[in-house]
């Protein structure tokens, strides 16, 4: 399966740890705490972390 960055990750939990996952993209390790918006993006990879059931979590079930 294709991955096209930036990718959108689901997390449980405001603050995440980013190491931009196998290949291409990976950077050292960061953390990263979510705002009352429950999303961040990562600065090194671009990827979007988005906090399950919060305000930035959009999904259709
Ligand atoms: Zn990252």
Same mark, same amino acid.
Do not use: S, W
């Given at each position: 399966?294709?991955?096209?960055?930036?990718?959108?990750?689901?997390?449980?939990?405001?603050?995440?740890? #980013? &190491?931009?996952?196998?290949?291409?993209? *990976?950077? =050292?390790?960061?953390?990263?705490?979510?705002?009352?918006?429950?999303?961040?993006?990562?600065?090194? #990879? &671009?990827?979007?972390?988005?906090?399950? *059931?919060? =305000?930035?979590?959009?999904?259709?079930?």
């Amino acid at each position: 399966m294709p991955i096209d960055p930036p990718e959108t990750v689901y997390v449980t939990e405001k603050t995440v740890a #980013c &190491d931009g996952g196998e290949g291409a993209l *990976g950077h =050292p390790m960061v953390y990263l705490n979510m705002g009352e918006d429950g999303r961040i993006d990562c600065p090194y #990879c &671009d990827r979007e972390f988005i906090l399950e *059931g919060g =305000p930035a979590d959009q999904r259709v079930a």
